[in-house]
């Protein structure tokens, strides 16, 4: 019987169970119009990848706790020292140092807003969100940079006021553990697993 | 804030002049189950011989090295397929590289060819660019488009990368548009005029007569962009070979056309469009600084640049190439473009950042009608046409090979011929298509210059390949 792969890291080494690939036969492709000729051959591949989200794994794990970390450099010596970055940025784009984390989830709380939106009617394979997906790009005061997420109750409009939201029952440990509703959204609207 | 220094803002140079020889490509569609991508590009690479009166082996013979560029590995599921390409083309043991600057493939490669030749390390390069995208259904094929964007960030966002632009779309159409119905139905009669061109367009994958309802009756992809807003994910090869002065001149000894001039530069901006930081707009030649002083009073919310609005890249992509080459106003000083229109809302946004028109202007560009062949307001013919191969939304997008597939089209009419290319019966029967009873001749009428534009996705990459007629040059020395 097959089982999931599974990874953790030990002595900063991945550690791996079960399987990370399933088999599906491949299948010929023939041609309908002429005598079912051979054409071609499927080559199905299901398999799991191992990824490491680095120096943003602390960002993506702070999700499921309900909060949200940026960035900011601190860097006296750098020409632009004070940006901010959200998305959350490991390393200052200018002066390349180490940026300071912080916890911004009351900055957005307080001051995030729609910047641009769309509604999203059809999605690529893989896809987990309910259609229509509503993208929302958010500023934040004193933020130099429009994070992009998406909207989960009511529909968005530029300049709307937003909350965050966090999926902190089961979460999934994926950017899509935050979402956002519009100002005023009582807590039980919010969708299954998520909080304030 | 971005902020260039003085290195950063050096103007290139090329080190001797480059010519483009010749070119060719195959026939683009969503499918080719009847062809290996090798076939495509070799069909591609022996109408670049044939339109020069050479045979492929002859054309071979000059080739010194080679530049490859197709977007993606996983779409044509093979890894280092430039080097399956090269053995087929029989080119082993040139010298040989991958290029892959996603949607922006097509032009990196021949700026890579371009460069290799204006050096010195080789008098003679083939530019050769393909995509393989019906290997995979179009749902799966937009989850590996989607890939393209910040995989922890922003693919899982519904892994469709319209969705990506249409957040941009939908500044763009409320503060630049003002939301108005008018400003949709323009961006509706791009698509409406390419797919319209691609009818005379033998290679073109998306021939169609439609009409602006079409456009905004057709299903929503991501309001406000439509489907028939949208490119094409096709099939196809397409190539280009650049030469230095000596070759170019043996090599069209017997063709009916002259080699072209071409100079090729690039800019880049982030992939993730959410770390775009604000910054003063860097002017082109046509542009002056209290241009844009008011752009948020005469916009408001305009005055952010380059926010969701602008795409910094091809700014400075044609930042440089203009001032390279001695453009100045590209209404004035160039023929004909062709943009890179991945959607009708992109190609506005282009309009503004290579100062076709100014910030905030771009729809006037077709609704004055100097984008078509005939400007249908006046009868006359367009100031400067665009698209006129159909683009991305009409003729192709085969990713790797769009690029090439563009400076070739600008080429074609820098030459002269391009109903020769595009109105061959044989061509139209050897395709299995229709050449339409209502066919033009869609030649702009003594073309000296042209330029095509190509992006990857969200702006993340742009070229600007400038053609010029070797006679008609703008700036001694270029």
Not at chain 1, 37 to 44: D, E, I, Q
Not at chain 1, 79 to 95: L, M, S, W
Not at chain 2, 50 to 63: D, H, Q, R, T
Not at chain 2, 91 to 112: M, N
């Amino acid at each position: 019987m097959s089982m999931f792969g599974q990874v953790y890291v030990k002595d900063n080494k991945y550690r791996i169970k079960g399987d990370f690939h399933h088999l599906t036969p491949n299948v010929p492709i023939r041609n309908a119009d002429e005598g079912w000729k051979l054409m071609g051959v499927t080559n199905p591949r299901d398999m799991t990848y191992i990824h490491s989200y680095g120096g943003e794994a602390q960002f993506f794990e702070a999700l499921g706790e309900g909060k949200l970390l940026g960035t900011r450099c601190d860097n006296p010596d750098c020409e632009f020292k004070g940006t901010v970055y959200q998305p959350f940025r490991i390393h200052c784009a200018d002066c390349l140092g180490k940026n300071t984390v912080f916890d911004m989830t009351k900055l957005a709380k307080t001051t995030a807003t729609v910047h641009t939106f769309m509604v999203c009617e059809r999605a690529g394979a893989f896809n987990t969100l309910d259609k229509p997906i509503k993208f929302v790009n958010i500023e934040f005061e004193g933020v130099d940079t429009i994070l992009m997420s998406y909207l989960s109750v009511g529909d968005p409009e530029i300049g709307m006021k937003l909350l965050p939201i966090f999926q902190t029952k089961n979460p999934t440990c994926t950017i899509l553990d935050l979402s956002w509703v519009p100002a005023g959204t009582k807590a039980e609207e919010l969708p299954e697993g998520f909080t304030f | 804030m971005i902020k260039f220094s003085k290195h950063q803002l050096k103007v290139p140079k090329l080190m001797r002049p480059v010519y483009m020889v010749t070119g060719g490509q195959s026939k683009f569609d969503r499918a080719i189950p009847d062809k290996r991508t090798e076939e495509l590009c070799i069909d591609a690479l022996t109408m670049a011989a044939g339109l020069i009166n050479m045979s492929p082996a002859e054309l071979k013979s000059y080739i010194h090295t080679a530049y490859y560029g197709h977007f993606a590995d996983h779409f044509g599921d093979q890894l280092l397929g430039e080097a399956v390409i090269h053995d087929r083309l029989g080119l082993d043991p040139l010298g040989t590289i991958g290029i892959k600057t996603g949607g922006a493939t097509g032009g990196s490669t021949p700026w890579e060819a371009v460069k290799a030749v204006a050096s010195g390390y080789s008098d003679c390069t083939l530019a050769m660019g393909w995509e393989r995208m019906d290997e995979v259904p179009t749902d799966e094929g937009n989850f590996l488009i989607s890939c393209a964007a910040d995989k922890d960030w922003e693919s899982p966002l519904g892994h469709i990368y319209t969705g990506y632009y249409a957040v941009m779309a939908q500044r763009y159409w409320q503060i630049f548009g003002k939301a108005e119905d008018s400003f949709r139905e323009t961006l509706a009669e791009i698509s409406v005029k390419h797919h319209g061109y691609a009818r005379m367009n033998p290679f073109a994958h998306s021939p169609k007569k439609i009409t602006v309802a079409d456009v905004i009756k057709s299903p929503v992809v991501a309001y406000p962009l439509r489907a028939l807003d949208c490119c094409l994910m096709s099939v196809g090869a397409a190539c280009a070979i650049i030469c230095d002065e000596k070759t170019a001149i043996e090599l069209t000894k017997n063709s009916s056309h002259k080699p072209v001039r071409i100079w090729v530069s690039a800019a880049s901006h982030t992939l993730r469009p959410a770390d775009r930081r604000d910054m003063d707009i860097p002017l082109l030649p046509n542009e002056t600084p209290d241009q844009y002083k008011d752009l948020g009073k005469r916009f408001p919310g305009g005055d952010r640049y380059p926010g969701f609005t602008g795409f910094l890249a091809a700014r400075m992509a044609v930042w440089y190439g203009y001032r390279m080459t001695g453009v100045i106003d590209p209404n004035e000083d160039l023929d004909l473009l062709e943009l890179h229109d991945a959607f009708t809302i992109s190609d506005v946004q282009t309009y503004e950042d290579i100062g076709v028109r100014p910030y905030g202007e771009g729809r006037d560009y077709v609704e004055s009608g100097d984008c078509y062949h005939m400007n249908p307001k006046t009868g006359e013919p367009g100031k400067l046409p665009s698209n006129i191969s159909g683009g991305l939304i009409g003729c192709m997008h085969a990713v790797g090979a769009t690029g090439i597939m563009q400076t070739f089209e600008v080429a074609s009419h820098i030459w002269n011929r391009w109903a020769e290319i595009h109105g061959d019966e044989k061509r139209w029967k050897e395709f299995a298509r229709e050449k339409p009873a209502d066919w033009t001749d869609l030649q702009v009428k003594g073309a000296k210059r042209g330029m095509a534009i190509s992006h990857a996705g969200v702006g993340s990459h742009v070229t600007a390949t400038i053609l010029m007629d070797p006679d008609n040059l703008l700036k001694e020395n270029a």
